[in-house]
């Protein structure tokens, strides 16, 4: 069994939370794809009974603020990540822990994993196009 639990949907301009879905299969650890806009995406994570303690791999699609703004709070909860991006995206996240939270140290298991278009990944048990 696969279950999709949408974090946030809509855009940063509009009352809706920015983009973030969990992903959740049998034998499998949640996947997270998108962290929304902020602090929200914690929030979200609680409402749905999970907690930043029970994540670890993170897709992201882009760099956009509504799609890894839920980062620092995940960097904050000092655990070791699996973080799967674009070369761009993993710089842009990197930019903005050094903008906003410049003295906050990364848990040493943090892992950025570059990814391509159109290829396939096995990340934690699920199959990643």
């Known amino acids: 069994m696969m279950q999709v639990t949408v ?5 940063p301009l509009c009352q809706r939370i920015a983009t973030g879905m969990m992903v959740q299969a049998t034998d499998c650890p ?7 806009g902020g602090y929200e995406f914690a929030r979200q994570v609680v409402r ?6 029970d994540l670890r791999h993170i897709i992201l699609t ?5 799609h890894i ?3 620092p709070a995940l960097f904050m909860a000092n655990k ?3 973080i799967y991006a674009l070369p761009d995206t993993h710089e842009g996240v990197q930019a903005l822990m050094k903008a906003g939270f410049p003295e906050w140290p990364i848990h040493p298991e943090v892992q950025h994993h ?4 159109g ?8 199959s990643v196009q």
Do not use: F, K, W
């Open 30 to 36: 949640p996947l997270v794809i998108d962290t929304c």
């Open 114 to 117: 570059p990814i391509a278009p």
């Open 80 to 82: 070791a990540l699996d």
């Open 119 to 126: 290829e396939v990944y096995d990340i934690a048990g699920y």
């Open 62 to 66: 882009h760099r956009h603020m509504d």
């Open 7 to 11: 974090l946030g949907t809509g855009a």
């Open 48 to 53: 749905v009974g999970r907690t930043l303690q």
């Open 69 to 71: 703004g839920g980062m």
